[in-house]
């Protein structure tokens, strides 16, 4: 019998990402959610700061979440770093790291335009700017994804008309 994957819990990885002070963007279907996006998640993606001190602080909450790899490599924040993706299942759901998202410089890059969005219990983690998701998306080039992309530059459309531009 297939191993049951644990449920979806958003606010306990960016807690733990939250309560380790860990630098980091949220990205993908969870940051496209919170913008405004009709789609499903069942997982969460971050671009951190590379900082070694802050590498230091994603390891410990990497920890807490009890996160582990697929392919049972040891979870070292810093080879983490220089990896593309790490895909790591947590006792709430799955988690990406993501250290230089398509089409971005990585972290200090989507910061720029990165808010701060209140999601309840508490927290506000740091999420992509519409236009940025817009950006990872399309650099994707990956033909499923032109529904996504289409909803992002709407929403794109609609913040210009009320005055609040792509990026905040």
């Known amino acids: 019998m297939a191993e049951v994957p644990p449920s979806f819990d958003p606010y306990a990885l960016l807690q733990a990402l939250e309560d380790r002070g860990v630098a980091h963007i949220v990205i993908g279907g969870f940051a496209r959610v919170l913008q405004g996006t ?3 998640t069942w997982g969460l993606d971050v671009v951190p700061s590379l900082r070694p001190e802050n590498l230091s602080r994603l390891e410990a909450a990497l920890e807490e979440v009890d996160a582990r790899r697929a ?7 810093r080879v983490i770093a220089k990896e593309q993706l790490v895909t790591l299942a947590t006792e709430h759901g799955e988690l990406k790291v993501v250290p230089e998202p398509a089409g971005t410089r990585g972290y200090d890059d989507l910061r720029r335009a990165a808010s701060r969005e209140p999601i309840g219990k508490g927290l506000r983690p740091q999420v992509a700017s519409v236009g940025d998701l817009a950006r990872m998306v399309s650099a994707l080039d990956e033909p499923e994804r032109t529904a996504q992309l289409t909803q992002l530059r709407r929403i794109g459309e609609l913040e210009l008309a009320r005055g609040r531009g792509i990026e905040r």
Do not use: I, S, V, W
Not at 71 to 77: E, I, Q, S, Y
């Open 38 to 40: 009709e789609e499903l």
């Open 71 to 77: 392919n049972g490599k040891p979870l070292n924040a």
